[in-house]
């Protein structure tokens, strides 16, 4: 039964690196593995209650990720909706390439951790094809957005779905996460952002921004903006207060925003209120990926289970040993392998409080080292697909770069926990 269930996944993996080639999304490959593992679980056990008992447990878990996620794109999609995300582009002016640049990483760095570092890679994504018309120079800033929203969500608890997977759990709480990994993230971002001032130069035309009809006006749109900004800053603050859950307080910031779009479009007509409704939002957002969570953490909760991950982690303790440098090996697999599932493994591998130094150094591996590879991470894949960024362009020019921010900021993030035990804090 175990090694069927082991197959099982692994073949399931395979599909799901080879999702462009094969043309079958991951999300279907997900949910399948995630309920056949399950499916043999349940057919080869001597006690089938204890198999739905344990299902139901972990389905608990699962969904406080899920609406949470469902949540959180629903408020960013409601902003886009409103031309919320035009409050950056309308700030843009320079044409100086390495300021643009600058400009262009510190607002996905600092919007990253705002929102999450897959939306924020969109939507700057979007920003630079409309500032850079010279497809060269588009990629480099491409490819630096993808380290910015990476090193961004992780230092945020709703930045990033590993964060957020941490948090949601009780393994980190959101002032650790702040304080412990801000400056290792930060470094992680800056370095190659330093390093890329080599190639970037010269200067760019200024385009005129893109006029568009019958959208909301200039005080709905900053006021959308700046709600949506505020009800997912709430959110840790809720928590805090209400020892509830996160995804009770992303829930209560969505229905903020619901009716206050009610109101500020109660005197439009039907159609043109339906564009900026909520139930429009929510037909937007990206449920294959939230599905793809869904299955993929299923199937790795069977693994746990069965008691495949508990040995898996044993054998990593007795090979690697040291802890640091069994988190950054995870963090590089997670450029190969998502970081969701490589997270959710080491979750259900290892049993260390909460804030533990473990799961800090969890936390900045598996949000920063999918950066290395364009296909290790969300906001990565997301890029590729909206500019046709190749594979092995991205690995030529721009992985390097990750890797040295990656390595980089986790020697700083190792010198800044010798500090702070030095001075107890």
Request: include cysteine; aromatic fraction near 10%.
């Amino acid at each position: 039964m175990i090694l069927s269930i082991v197959i099982l996944f692994i073949v399931g993996y395979l599909v799901i690196t080879l999702e462009h080639n094969l043309q079958i999304n991951k999300a279907g490959t997900a949910l399948l593995s995630g309920v056949l593992c399950w499916a043999i679980f349940a057919l080869f056990s001597k006690e089938s209650g204890q198999v739905i008992s344990a299902l139901n447990h972990h389905l608990a878990e699962i969904s406080e990720i899920v609406f949470f996620l469902l949540g959180a794109m629903t408020i960013v999609e409601l902003i886009d909706a409103h031309d919320g995300f035009d409050f950056i582009t309308e700030k843009i002016k320079t044409t100086n390439k390495r300021l643009l640049l600058i400009i262009i990483s510190v607002i996905t760095f600092l919007l990253s951790a705002v929102l999450d570092n897959l939306t924020t890679a969109i939507v700057m994504a979007t920003v630079v094809r409309k500032l850079i018309p010279d497809k060269t120079d588009r990629y480099y800033f491409l490819g630096l957005i993808i380290i910015a929203a990476n090193a961004g969500g992780c230092f945020s608890p709703i930045g990033d779905v590993t964060t957020t997977m941490l948090w949601v759990a009780n393994k980190l709480s959101p002032a650790t996460i702040l304080s412990r990994l801000a400056i290792p993230s930060t470094v992680c971002m800056l370095v190659p952002l330093a390093l890329s001032m080599i190639k970037i130069k010269g200067h760019i035309p200024v385009l005129e921004t893109e006029q568009r009809v019958n959208r909301v006006s200039a005080k709905e749109k900053n006021m959308m903006f700046l709600l949506g900004l505020a009800v997912l800053l709430f959110v840790p603050i809720f928590k805090t207060m209400t020892h509830l859950p996160p995804y009770m307080g992303i829930l209560f910031g969505l229905g903020v925003m619901w009716i206050v779009t009610e109101l500020l479009h109660k005197r439009k007509d039907e159609q043109e209120k339906g564009q900026f409704s909520v139930v429009n939002a929510i037909t937007k957002t990206d449920v294959p990926s939230v599905l793809f969570f869904t299955g993929i953490l299923l199937a790795v909760a069977c693994l746990q289970e069965i008691g495949v991950l508990s040995h898996i982690g044993s054998q990593l303790n007795q090979y690697l040993g040291n802890l640091k440098l069994i988190s950054a090996v995870i963090g590089l697999l997670s450029a190969v392998v998502d970081n969701v599932p490589l997270l959710a493994a080491s979750m259900a591998m290892y049993d260390f409080p909460t804030d533990d130094t473990f799961w800090q150094m969890m936390a900045y591996c598996t949000g920063t080292g999918g950066s290395c590879l364009i296909i290790g991470s969300a906001a990565g894949v997301a890029v590729m697909g909206i500019e046709s960024i190749s594979f092995s362009w991205y690995f030529k020019n721009i992985s390097w770069l990750a890797v040295v921010g990656y390595f980089t900021g986790f020697f700083i993030y190792i010198l800044q926990h010798q500090i702070l035990n030095q001075w107890n804090l």
